[in-house]
Nanobody, 114 residues
């Protein structure tokens, strides 16, 4: 399984960005995909996850502002981010868990200026 993330960039506070992650390789139906982020000097944290059944989970800090979705036909996962805050600045990583194994994308930088 290979994950390719894209869509990061620079945005002013209050703005929006959309992250995309394309998955190649074997993606079984029973899997979970999601987005994590790591800010400078901080540990990587879960931002949003979605199961193959469509169940979503969000970090409290992004609830109501971020939305995760998938396109199963394309084996892709998306993160719509709105009302961005400077504290959202981080490298965002796409993640997939397939049959108990974890796979990570290369990360995409999101910078939110105040």
């Amino acid at each position: 399984v290979q994950l390719q993330a894209s869509g990061g960039g620079w945005v002013e506070a209050g703005g929006s960005l959309r992250l995309s992650c394309a998955a190649s390789g074997t993606i079984f139906k029973r899997n979970r995909m999601g987005w994590y982020r790591q800010a400078p000097g901080k540990q990587r944290e879960s931002v949003a996850t979605i199961t193959s059944g469509g169940t979503t989970n969000y970090a409290d800090s992004v609830k109501g502002r971020f939305a995760i979705s998938t396109d199963n036909a394309k084996s892709a996962v998306y993160l719509e981010m709105s009302s961005l805050k400077p504290e959202d600045t981080a490298v965002y990583y796409c993640h997939a868990r397939v049959l108990g194994l974890d796979y990570w994308g290369q990360g995409t930088l999101v910078t939110v200026s105040s």
